[in-house]
């Protein structure tokens, strides 16, 4: 997340991401449903509607012990 923040310091960027935590620092998030905005806001104003989309997300994304895709390894492939 670093090297996001350093290449688009000073820069007009948009970041496309499933893990909301790339997101945290953004000026305006918009998030998409079925192809179409949704919400948008930052990020803080997001989860201040705890019925939100992105709210519901977030929860989801940061439950312990539930990782996201490719956080955990499956024990059946792990080596």
């Avoid at 923040?5 to 790339?22: P, Y």
């Avoid at 305006?28 to 997001?46: A, F, K, P, W």
Wanted: charged share 20%; net charge positive.
């Amino acid at each position: 997340m670093m090297a996001l923040r350093r290449a688009s310091l000073g820069r007009t960027s948009i970041c496309i991401a499933h893990r909301l935590s790339t997101v945290v620092d953004a000026d305006e998030i918009l998030v998409l449903s079925d192809g179409n905005v949704c919400e948008r806001g930052t990020h803080q104003s997001l989860l201040a509607r705890p019925s939100s989309y992105y709210s519901m997300l977030w929860n989801q994304q940061h439950q312990p012990g539930m990782g996201l895709a490719g956080d955990t390894k499956d024990s059946k492939f792990a080596a």
